[in-house]
T-cell receptor, first 111, second 116 residues
Framework: EDKVVQSPLSLVVHEGDTVTLNCSYEVTNFRSLLWYKQEKKAPTFLFMLTSSGIEKKSGRLSSILDKKELFSILNITATQTGDSAVYLCAVEVGGTYKYIFGTGTRLKVLA | GAVVSQHPSWVICKSGTSVKIECRSLDFQATTMFWYRQFPKQSLMLMATSNEGSKATYEQGVEKDKFLINHASLTLSTLTVTSAHPEDSSFYIC????????????FGSGTRLTVV
């Protein structure tokens, strides 16, 4: 059965801290992994990862994929209260463009 | 670019009635759109894949007769929740990609359905 597991489920940090969110997966014919940030409503796209070892970076956020060990991490440095959100990881199933989502990591950044 | 519009944002309906939710790709054509459901504090669960000009593909456990999907054009997919019941109350959200996934997927703003 295809599955995506994120950890931790929930995380509380203070502004300025660095956080690392994990996403591990077991899917048939992996094609891509996506990270999303979800605040009040619709998730917003962060990164798409398809190749191992190549870091994607956007400001204070970065992500990398390990296709051998079947996981990805999302790093956020110098966290701000605006980073508080649920971070979702999604993996494409079998080249079908369908994505299975993990349960998400709920991040709260305290001022 | 890659804007997906979903309508309505929220709807309250009585048990037994049907509700239609629209998902439009505003600046691109989408042969495939996806419909998800999200319960409070839970992740997105894929309900079905909407294919332009053909029948939708439903995930296991999703009743196709209850959740009718129509993808009549390259920019519009609709989800109709038929004979809604309180347990259908949820957040429904669609997504589409402008290039079959190459640039990731854009989500609509979602529809909060409450059945009373």
């Amino acid at each position: 059965e295809d599955k995506v597991v994120q950890s931790p489920l929930s995380l509380v940090v203070h502004e300025g801290d660095t956080v690392t969110l994990n996403c591990s997966y077991e899917v048939t014919n992996f094609r891509s992994l996506l990270w999303y940030k979800q605040e009040k409503k619709a998730p917003t796209f962060l990164f798409m990862l398809t190749s191992s070892g190549i870091e994607k970076k956007s400001g204070r956020l970065s992500s990398i994929l390990d296709k051998k060990e079947l996981f990805s991490i999302l790093n956020i440095t110098a966290t701000q209260t605006g980073d508080s959100a649920v971070y979702l990881c999604a993996v494409e199933v079998g080249g079908t463009y369908k994505y299975i989502f993990g349960t998400g990591t709920r991040l709260k950044v305290l001022a | 670019g890659a804007v997906v519009s979903q309508h309505p944002s929220w709807v309250i309906c009585k048990s037994g009635t049907s509700v239609k939710i629209e998902c439009r790709s505003l600046d691109f054509q989408a042969t495939t759109m996806f419909w998800y459901r999200q319960f409070p504090k839970q992740s997105l669960m894929l309900m079905a894949t909407s294919n332009e000009g053909s029948k939708a593909t439903y995930e296991q456990g999703v009743e196709k007769d209850k959740f009718l999907i129509n993808h009549a054009s390259l920019t519009l997919s609709t989800l109709t929740v038929t004979s809604a019941h309180p347990e259908d109350s949820s957040f429904y959200i669609c997504s589409a990609s402008r290039d079959a996934g190459g640039y990731g997927y854009t989500f609509g703003s979602g529809t909060r359905l409450t059945v009373v």
